[in-house]
Structures are given as C-alpha cells and as structure tokens.
C-alpha cells in the first residue's frame, strides 16, 4: 500500500521522524503550501485513493491523528468483526469516515459511500491489537459499547480507537477526552440498565420451566445471563428480549443466547396466578403512606420498564 | 385464614422496619438455588420510592410485649396471625424463583415467649436452607431475651443478623418499651460481635466450619418519637460501628400510629428530612472518615436543615479551603462538597495524564455547583472569589423546600439561630426564609 516511489517534496525517500528533525520541519511546510495550492485549483487532496498511493507516514508522533476527517460514510454489515473491518480500512487509507452505519439501516445520504467487506483474518488482526497496543480493558470498552444503545456508536467506537492506538494505556484515564467520554457513559449507561435489569426482570413458572420478557435499551443478555445461571443453577429458564428480538435460553445445565422473532408463553396455572396475586399484594401492602413519593419511585424505577413487571403494569 | 391473608397482615406489621438492603453478602450459587451479590439488588420500588429487595414479613404479629410507638404492641386492636415454618418457607422460595425478590427479611412480635419465636423462625431459615437448598440473602432479626445459643444458631441460617436498639437512650426505652433494657438490647449484640470474630477465626483454619452471619449485623432505631438530639443519635452510632462491627445503622423516622401522651401526636408528620439527614452524617462516618464531633456538637447538637452535613462541616471550616484538585491527597479531596467517594478516585487517576480543569471535573461527575467555591484547578489556580452569600446559597439543599416539610427537631428549635422552615406551598414565605438562611449562615461563615 504505502507507495515506495512516493517521495518527500524535497526529494529524499522517506521522514526519519525525529521530532527536532530540521529536514522533515522543513518538508512539512513545503507540503502544507503544496496542499494550499492543490485546494485553491480545486483539486481534492485528501480525494480517493485510487490510481493514487497515500503518501509514505511520518513515524507517529503524539500530536497528529492517525486519520484525517474524510467526506465519506462507512457501511458494514452490523457485526462486531465487520466494525473491526472498518477500523482495519480507516487506519489504512488514514481517513476518519463522517459516519459507519450498519448498511441494513442505514439513511440515506449524498455523502460517498464505501461499502466495507467483512473479512475474518481482518478483523482479527484489529481485534488483537487492541490489547497489545492500548489494553484489556480497552477492548472490553469497545466491545460493550458495541451492545449499547449509543447513537452512532461505530464512529465513536472508531475514533475511541485511533486515540487509543496513539496514546496507548493512558487513554483509559483521559476520561475527560471528548473521544473517551462518550464511551465510558455508553458503558455506564448499559452497566446500569444489565443491574436494574437483574432485579426487574419478571420469572413466571410455566409447567416448571421459568419464562421471562424485557425491553431493555442495550442489549445486556450477555451482561445478565451468568447472574441468573448462577442464581438459577438447577432450574430451566429462557428471558426473552424483545427490543432486541433474542433470547437467553438455559437448559438442563447449557446457556445460550438465540435470535428469536417472537414468543408466545402458555397461559399461566393457578398456582402461578396465585403467586402472583401475592406478589402485587405484598407489593401494595409495604408501602408507607405517610412516605409516598410517586417521583423518586419514578427515578429508580424508569416506567419504560413497568410494561414487564407484574406489579405495577396495571398503573400505566 | 388463607395466605393472601396472612401475608397481608405480615407484611403490614414489618412495613415500617427500615433495615431492608440485601447487600454485604457476595457468593455465587452453590449448585443450589441462590446467590447473593455484594451490591445488593432491588426488586422494585413501591409507591414510597423505597426500594423492595426482600420479602419483608413478621413470622407472627401476635405479640405479648406492649410496645408504645409499635402497631403490633397487645394493646392494639389488630387481626393477629402467625406463619407456619412451611408455609413461609415455601413462599419465600417461589417469590425468590420469580425473581421477585433478593432474599427474605424475618422479623417478628414475640410470640408466647422470646425462646418459643426464636426456634419458630430458626425451622422457617432451616427448611429454606436446608431443604430447599436455598443460597439466597437472609437476614433475620434477633427477638429480645432469646437465649445466647438460639442466637447462635440463627446466626447459622441467616447472613445478617440485627438487634434493633430501637430508641436511641436508656430512657426513652423505660418509658416507651418498658419489657425491653439497653443491657438486654446489648448482649446479644456483643455476642454477635465475638462470635463473628470467633468464626472468622475458625474459617481461616478449617474451610468447612460453619459461617455464622457471614454479612455481619445491623441495627435500626426510631427517629422522633423520643426527645434525643441528632447529636446524641450520631454518638451513638459511631460508637455501635466501633464496638459492636455494625455494618449499618438504620435510622426509622416515627410514624404516629397511636395516641399517647407519651408520643408526638397522631397529627405529626413523620421527621423524613431528619432522617434524611442522619443517612447523610452516617455515610459521613462510614465512607468519608468524618468523626461525630466533626459533624455536630454540644453547642450545635441538631442538623441544619438547610444545608447537608457536608456542606454545613465545609462552611464552618472555610479556613481549610480552597484546595488544589490537582495536588490534594484523596482524604482532602473528599471533604470538598460535591465530591464523593468515587470522583475522589477518579481525580487521582486523572490527574496522572495532565492537570484537571472544570470540564474535566464535571466529566468525572464532579458536582461543580458546589465544589467550584472550594477547589482551585489548572484553568482557575486561585479559585473562585464570590463573597459568602453566593457559596451559601449554592449549597443549600433543595429538597429543603419540597413538599412534604416537618419541623426538624420535635424538641427543639433548628439552632444557629436560623428561622424555622416555611409551611408546604407557602410560596412567599419560602422565598423570604431563603434569603433569611443564606444571610445568616454567609455571617457565621
Ligand atoms: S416486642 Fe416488637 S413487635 Fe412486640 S410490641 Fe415491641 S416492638 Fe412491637
């Protein structure tokens, strides 16, 4: 890729990257004003690549992104190994795309288009070095934020990365940085919801096998589903997540987590129904009436998620 | 009577316990059906904004004693009825299935005597953890003058134990709970204590040997229906911390349910700002190394009402401040008002890759609506000059205002001086008495 007959505007080969290298200072202003003088004509220098090589990249130094601001959208297939992909095409052709959108829904747009191709060996190499070039904990970063709700994930997952890539294992403390704070929220945000979750989901028992329905924002099944193995270790279970249309199924000792379009539970029994009815009985029996506070109930428990909880779907 | 009933009339009698976390306790299933996480979890959230993590329920109602302030005291007109070990156990292990709740929360009136009601509540724990092989959070309530090894063994069964010191002097507890002494109330809380101490040790030595209340003991007591001061109240809670290993004392706000002329009036509003303060100034102690004295004194023995307690400690110390976010040790940095526990850790881990400024304060959730009048940071290096009435009027707790206000102390009026707060709706009133609070805390400054 890199074009080896690509030369500096002074004529050697390459930069040899020193910072107080007066040569490569010197070059750089040469290149600035020819990149002034290309954009005055017309002509777009930051254009596409092909029939062009990019130009040879000066060793990394601490201040310049490793990708400049592109007028083009990114559209992968929706997978984690595909945003990989896009991680893979943007560090290479050193352009920070506008947007990546998953193509299945992706809007509209006038802006150019690349689609990006799915390759596993690809996709490998970005995933492994995320831990070797920046950390763990980087990468359990992105890959949550990738099961989050956060609008236009990919392209902060994307720029999350290449500061990373530059800044190495700090980049998990700079947690002011407008490219990490948006991250650490999108992660709090979830962590949140998977906790709530834990308490608000609601079991009944169908004939000794426990069933479930929730709508959460994030999809946190993976984040929930070894509380409840572990709470539920002898039983049969299955949570439907119905925003994200999977289930977690539990079965005689084996964990999973299925797509699923759609689920119809069997009608409950009496004794399940009995249950039940205790359940919102004692639920309306410990509240304190001199103490009732209908708002700070509210900021608790969010009411996006009374529609699956027994006890209090019948006040919406 | 048919169990709808009965938990009703259970569930009812136990509503105004406080005590009801199922935190403390962390261990995974053990094959079993169960867990407990360390964080503790909510269920729901009822109709007070309190939050539903256990089956919180008398074993039985029907009690001798004749507790003034308790709704289930013998003089009290109410349907009594008691559960049957299984019919609890059973119930506790389907609404655990469900995901209903975290655990179970056994309390209950002393039915025919202390020792009788403890062996009733130790078969309910067995049958659950026995037989069911229950690995859930229990936490279970001693009855006052239960033998020492009935103690012990409900403390097998159970991850958390507590003994409700119930009023927070000697006194009060002569007057209120005359079956009841602070000695009796005290015993088996050093028992607790020793035998937790005992068994760490024999853990460390044998895997295998029993947990005895794996997550530690707690306490509650009753808020406003006895003329103690908050001040008082807060020495005693640091002293059960320190004597007794508390994990927490919670703090019940007096809800009338009867006249007497012993108690504040069935009219009275119970003291939920009061109480509200009491969690602030305890999470003081536990979390952010504040000693009582610090926080009140014998001169200034109730709580603002006006201000948190952190706040109030801050701007009776402004000689302390302003400090540097970005050289303070931790400890100063979690005295600073709207700072908490965690922004503390954040700034010492942030600071390590450049100097802090607003933005990244408030990034790292920094509360800089209060903190900006006590820290200097690198784009303001000697803080922020605003003159006392605007640092004041900052920090005055908005809740204050809110519907639903009691007068703070029943006894005795707010102190430092400051104006009693308005009545609810009293919208004028309201706006006069903020300026009022802000002139005269900015002149005790
Ligand atoms: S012993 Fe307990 S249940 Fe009985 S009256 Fe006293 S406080 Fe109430």
Redesign the pocket.
């Given at each position: 890729m890199p074009g080896k007959s690509d030369v500096m505007p002074c004529g050697r080969r390459t930069y040899c990257g020193r910072a107080n290298c007066r040569h490569t200072a010197h070059c750089r202003k040469l290149e600035a004003q020819q990149e002034q003088a290309a954009a005055k004509s017309g002509a777009d220098v930051h254009g596409p690549a092909q029939g062009r090589a990019p130009r040879p990249r000066p060793a990394p130094s601490p201040k310049k992104p490793l990708a400049r601001p592109a007028d083009v959208v990114y559209l992968y297939d929706g997978s984690l190994p595909g945003f990989y992909c896009c991680v893979y095409e943007s560090v290479y052709s050193h352009e920070l795309p506008l947007a990546i959108w998953p193509e299945d829904d992706a809007p509209p747009t006038l802006f150019r288009q690349k689609l990006i191709a799915t390759e596993q060996d690809k996709a490998e190499r970005v995933r492994a070095s995320v831990p070797k070039k920046i950390s763990a904990a980087a990468l359990e970063l992105v890959e949550t934020v990738y099961l989050s709700c956060l609008a236009e994930k990919e392209i902060a997952m994307l720029r999350f990365l290449l500061l990373g890539y530059q800044r190495g294992r700090p980049v998990m403390q700079m947690l002011g940085h407008a490219d990490v704070a948006p991250m650490l929220a999108a992660q709090k945000h979830l962590g949140g919801e998977a906790h709530l979750l834990l308490g608000f989901v609601r079991f009944s028992d169908y004939d000794g096998v426990l069933g479930a329905t929730i709508s959460p924002k994030n999809f946190i099944l993976p984040f929930i589903a070894s509380h409840f193995v572990s709470r539920y270790a002898q039983e049969d279970f299955l949570i439907y997540d119905k925003t994200h249309k999977a289930a977690l199924i539990y079965e005689q000792g084996r964990q999973r987590i299925v797509p699923m379009e759609g689920i119809v539970f069997p009608k409950a029994s009496e004794a399940e129904e009995a249950y039940r009815a205790m359940w919102k009985q004692f639920y309306n029996t410990i509240s304190i009436e001199a103490r009732e506070n209908p708002r700070c109930r509210m900021t608790h428990m969010p009411k996006r998620y009374w529609e699956n909880m027994l006890e209090v779907q019948d006040l919406l | 009577m048919d169990l709808m009933d009965k938990l009703t009339i259970l569930a009812d009698?136990a509503k105004y316990d406080a005590a009801c976390t199922s935190s403390g306790a962390d261990r995974p299933g053990g094959g079993g059906l169960g867990s407990t996480i360390a964080a503790g979890c909510c269920h729901s959230f009822s109709a007070d904004g309190r939050c539903v993590s256990l089956l919180k329920v008398?074993m039985s109602?029907n009690?001798?004693?004749?507790?003034k302030?308790?709704?289930?005291?013998?003089s009290n007109d109410i349907a009594r009825t008691s559960f049957t070990p299984e019919e609890l156990a059973e119930l506790t292990i389907e609404f655990y299935r469900r995901n209903y709740i975290e655990g179970l929360f056994l309390?209950?009136?002393?039915l025919r005597n202390p020792d009788y009601t403890m062996e009733q509540m130790i078969r309910a724990l067995e049958i659950i953890r026995y037989k069911y092989d229950f690995w859930g959070y229990i936490h279970a309530k001693t009855?006052?003058g239960a033998s020492p090894d009935l103690i012990w063994r409900l403390g097998l069964v159970a991850d958390r134990l507590s003994v409700?010191i119930?009023l927070p002097s000697e006194d009060s507890l002569s007057r209120l709970?005359p079956?009841?002494t602070r000695k009796a109330i005290l015993r088996p809380m050093a028992q607790i204590a020793a035998g937790r101490q005992q068994n760490t040790r024999e853990l460390a030595h044998y895997k295998h040997a029993p947990t005895f209340a794996g997550a530690g003991q707690a306490t509650q007591m009753i808020i406003g229906a006895s003329p103690e001061s908050d001040y008082s109240i807060l020495r005693l809670a640091e002293g059960l911390y320190g004597r007794y290993e508390l994990k927490r004392v919670f703090y019940s706000a007096y809800i009338p349910v009867v006249e007497d002329s012993l108690l504040p009036s069935v009219e009275t509003k119970p003291p939920l700002l009061r109480e509200h303060r009491l969690y602030q100034a305890d999470f003081l102690l536990r979390q952010y190394r504040f000693v009582a004295d610090e926080i009140l004194s014998e001169e200034a023995p109730n709580f603002n009402p006006y201000l948190d307690p952190k706040c109030n400690w801050a701007i009776h110390n402004m000689h302390l401040f302003p400090v540097d976010v970005n050289t303070a040790s931790q400890a100063t940095l979690l005295r600073v008002p709207g700072i908490g526990p965690l922004s503390a850790k954040r700034i010492v881990a942030a600071r390590k890759t450049g100097r802090l400024g607003m933005p990244e304060l408030k990034k790292i959730g920094v509360v800089l609506k209060r903190a900006q009048y006590f820290i200097t940071t690198a784009d303001n290096p000697t803080g922020l000059h605003t003159g006392r009435e605007a640092t004041v009027r900052a920090l005055i707790d908005p809740g204050v205002y809110s519907a639903g206000m009691e007068q703070l102390s029943l006894f005795g009026p707010p102190g430092m001086g400051l104006p009693a707060l308005p009545g609810p709706g009293d919208v004028a009133t309201v706006a006069q008495a903020a300026e009022e609070v802000v002139a005269c805390l900015a002149k005790a400054m």
């Open positions: - | 009698g008398l109602n009690c001798i004693y004749d507790c302030y308790c709704v289930n005291r013998s309390s209950s009136g002393v009855i006052p409700n119930e709970a079956a009841k």
